[in-house]
């Protein structure tokens, strides 16, 4: 048995772990677990007690929530090379951005697909602001290029590069000539193209 044990489902935020384990290269089991039922029921609750895939297990430790998974394993495997090294100024870009996409991009894409209407004097209290700010520091984000910490490619931009590809897919984010640039790169990756020929 794989030392990395993946529970995910095809349909679902999972394809993004996916892609990062397809980046990462080490062997995994992956388990699909059906929505409902096997969702919620106590042997996966035990693992995960939202209910919810994904949730990776290394080595006895739990790691749920997408963006932690990445962070995680990039980390526990310094040698691939898709975290930038403690004493890189990337490793700013890195937690930046990373946290960047978990945090106020998904809840931007939430708010379109919701529908909801926002107000001026909401956007305050609001993590992503308003649009206009959010894809001015998307924009930046991927600015220096080719990747969020520069020429080397990290699990940032598998999270926000996966925020990105099915934001504006999905329409929840505009189409942006950088953003359309930065997607063409992500889709060129063999990992990701493994991920996208199984959605
Ligand atoms: N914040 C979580 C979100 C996980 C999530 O909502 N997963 C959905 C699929 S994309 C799910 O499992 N839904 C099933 C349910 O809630 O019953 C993460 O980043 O991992």
Not at 83 to 95: E, G, H, R, S, V
Not at 110 to 130: A, H, I
Not at 176 to 181: E, K, M
Request: charged share 20%.
């Amino acid at each position: 048995m794989a030392d990395l044990i993946f529970y995910t489902n095809p349909q679902s935020r999972g394809a993004i772990v996916h892609w990062m384990l397809e980046e990462l290269g080490e062997d995994y089991d992956m388990r699909v677990i059906e929505y409902g039922e096997q969702m919620k029921r106590a042997d996966y609750l035990a693992i995960n007690p939202m209910g919810k895939v994904p949730a990776l297990q290394h080595k006895g430790a739990v790691v749920t929530e997408v963006a932690a998974i990445c962070t995680y394993l990039a980390a526990a495997f310094p040698e691939k090379g898709l975290i930038p090294a403690a004493d890189d100024p990337a490793l700013a870009d890195f937690y930046r951005w990373l946290f960047f996409a978990a945090g106020p991009v998904e809840q931007a894409v939430t708010v379109k697909s919701m529908g909801w209407e926002v107000t001026q004097e909401q956007s305050r209290t609001l993590g992503f602001g308003n649009f206009d700010d959010l894809y001015k520091a998307l924009e930046l984000a991927i600015a220096k290029g080719p990747w969020v910490c520069g020429e080397q490619f990290t699990a940032a931009d598998v999270y926000l590069g996966s925020q990105i590809f099915w934001g504006v897919q999905f329409n929840m984010l505009e189409k942006r000539d950088a953003f359309v640039s930065y997607i063409d790169r992500i889709s060129a990756r063999p990992a990701a193209q493994k991920v996208i020929s199984l959605a």
